[in-house]
T-cell receptor
Framework: GAGVSQSPSNKVTEKGKDVELRCDPI?????LYWYRQRLGQGLEFLIY????????KSGLPSDRFSAERTGESVSTLTIQRTQQEDSAVYLC?????????????FGPGTRLTVL | AQSVTQLDSHVSVSEGTPVLLRCNYS??????LFWYVQHPNKGLQLLLK??????LVKGINGFEAEFKKSETSFHLTKPSAHMSDAAEYFC????????????FGTGTRLKVLA
């Protein structure tokens, strides 16, 4: 079946512009996660959705970052007034439900470059 | 709080020789542990996971890992490296409550020499 998809695969933007990143989870997966992978650093958690609510936003680095999810479907991560330090690969993952040990399936990521 | 430490940022092995990628974890409760692989310009792929069943876990592509509670370790091994194994490997622990978000290690880049 179809996996997690993300778009765009690459995004180059100028400092100060807003960007929107999209994630389509696996159909039926109730849990959705966003992570960030900066060059030379590990992956860091950004936000978690259960359905369309976000009970954990603790990883969002600043108020320039926001995300929403429509039902148990598409999610968008928005970065306002982008800065060069926002350059990274943004990964989305989904899992069937919120259980210990449930596998998260990752999308291919969106590579964001802020000039 | 849960955390993972990957002891080696880079590992080089010759093709056909064993692979050992080390991971130590910290968790207040019985953890769920995963190994993921990331090939260049590809997404993260699950290799194997431990969720309190058998302590020796077999994964894809001949990889396996052993959960050792006494050593708080979850090292990844493979008897014989293949050129296609060259990639970055991440050890992951999940929170045991709340969001069950992943806590990633910093990754180990595996190089396989011909």
């Amino acid at each position: 079946g179809a996996g997690v998809s993300q778009s765009p695969s690459n995004k180059v933007t100028e400092k100060g512009k807003d960007v929107e990143l999209r994630c389509d989870p696996i159909s039926g997966h109730t849990a959705l996660y966003w992570y960030r992978q900066r060059l030379g650093q590990g992956l860091e958690f950004l936000i978690y959705f259960q359905g369309n609510s976000a009970p954990d936003k603790s990883g969002l680095p600043s108020d320039r970052f926001s995300a929403e999810r429509t039902g148990e479907s598409v999610s968008t991560l928005t970065i306002q007034r982008t800065q060069q330090e926002d350059s990274a690969v943004y990964l989305c993952a989904s899992s069937l439900m919120k259980l210990v040990g449930d596998t998260q399936y990752f999308g291919p990521g969106t590579r964001l470059t802020v000039l | 709080a849960q955390s993972v430490t990957q002891l080696d940022s880079h590992v080089s092995v010759s093709e056909g020789t064993p692979v050992l990628l080390r991971c130590n974890y910290s968790s207040s409760y019985s953890p769920s542990l995963f190994w993921y692989v990331q090939h260049p310009n590809k997404g993260l792929q699950l290799l194997l996971k431990y969720t309190s069943a058998a302590t020796l876990v077999k994964g894809i592509n001949g990889f396996e890992a052993e959960f050792k509670k006494s050593e708080t370790s979850f090292h990844l091994t493979k008897p014989s490296a293949h050129m296609s194994d060259a990639a970055e490997y991440f050890c992951v622990v999940t929170l045991t409550s709340g969001t069950y978000k992943y806590i990633f290690g910093t990754g180990t880049r595996l190089k396989v020499l011909a």
